[in-house]
């Protein structure tokens, strides 16, 4: 359970305001997708909330709680990246259970948490092999169940399928749409795929510019974009 909440955010890198105050409200179990163009700030906006980066205004919640100045590890966030941040020298399950040996669970606890994540990705039978050995969708299971078994507060996902091919990207939407019905985990995940985004998302986020355009539901952003950038971006008639 995670309510997450953004408020007057903003981040500069020296001279260079990167978010000019975000404010945002992601609701327990929602399954929320921020889109805008290269360069508008989405990574950076999850960085923030995910403890890798420092804002420079505004407050960031978690349940209603600052994590301003909260370390990173006590945040209980995971991001999913795309496939290549797996360790290329462990194997499925060493990769899977890297958080939580840095964690220090025993390795009872580590070996149940993996088992129970591998059952749930269609893992179990490659628990042994190395990445190198996995096909791309593996691949991209692995990257989550890593997430999974720190059985974190919110998943964050930048931009994770971006590596595959069509086809692939098509699958892999059904299945961590799949896992979102299942484990209903408060997810924010970042695309530059306009269909990604119309199909995946409870609500999507449009930015620009390091602010928020518009927020509200696939069909509210093509029916009624706020202005002719949403517009263009989500692909409505203007
Ligand atoms: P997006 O993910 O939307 O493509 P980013 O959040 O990665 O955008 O970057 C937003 C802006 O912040 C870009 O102009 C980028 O160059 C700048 N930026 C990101 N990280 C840093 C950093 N560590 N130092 C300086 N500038 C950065
Ligand atoms: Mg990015």
Sequence with gaps: MATVSFDKTRKAFGAHEV?????????????????????????????????????????????????????????????????????PHMSVADNMG??????????????GKIRAAADM???????????????????????????IVRDPKVFLFDEPLSNLDAKLRVQMRAEIKALHQRLRTTSIYVTHDQVEAMTMADRIVVMNGGRVEQVGSPLDLYDNPANLFVAGFIGSPA
């Excluded at 370390?71 to 999913?80: F, Q, T, Y």
């Excluded at 050995?133 to 890593?146: D, I, T, W, Y």
């Design 19 to 87: 978010l000019k105050g975000i404010t945002l409200d992601v609701a327990d179990g929602e399954f929320m997708i921020l889109v805008g163009p290269s360069g508008c700030g989405k990574s950076t906006l999850l960085r923030m909330l995910a403890g890798l980066e420092q804002s420079t205004g505004g407050d960031i919640r978690i349940d209603g709680r600052s994590v301003i100045g909260v370390s990173p590890k006590d945040r209980d966030i995971a991001m999913v990246f795309q496939t290549y941040a797996l360790y």
């Design 98 to 111: 890297f958080s939580l040996r840095l964690a220090k669970a025993p390795k009872s606890v580590a070996d």
């Design 121 to 147: 990705l269609d893992l179990t039978q490659l628990l042994d092999r190395y990445p190198r050995q996995l096909s791309g969708g593996q691949r991209q299971r692995v990257a989550m169940g890593r997430a």
